[in-house]
């Protein structure tokens, strides 16, 4: 990437979805969502793996361009920056149960890239980001309602 490319960049973010043994149902459906994200103009793809864990925690790392039928996914693999390293795969691959598969995907957010290059102008720069897993916003939903109900 060149120096005027990475100053209009987005913030980066990545994502490690895992798929236990037997409960992986690949329809098309994950692969048509992620496309629609790219053409909207919301993310831009920059790498993307495939981690399998065996039972005796040995990983092994894929990249897109080394899967066999990529299907709609495969217009991405040429525009991949393979930004991961070997330290990086063992890092996202300690989340994982022995006996998994995962996809990593690392994108930029592309619709914020013109908020964070003006962040970026002004002097600022990221110190902290986060994010709040549904699971987490569901509990406290859940606890609200309840607390609701209890009459506090």
Known sequence: MSNSTLDELGPVDYIVVEFPPG???FTGEMAAELLELVDAGTIRIIDILVL?????GEIEALELSELEDL???ARLEADLAELLAADDVVHLAAAMDPGTVA????YENVWSAGFASAARRAGGQLVANGRIPIQAIIASIE????????GA
């Open 143 to 150: 606890a609200e309602d309840h607390a609701m109900q209890m």
């Open 23 to 25: 409960q992986s149902h």
């Open 71 to 73: 299907g709609p996914l």
């Open 103 to 106: 996809g990593v995907l690392v």
């Open 52 to 56: 399998t864990k065996d039972a005796d």
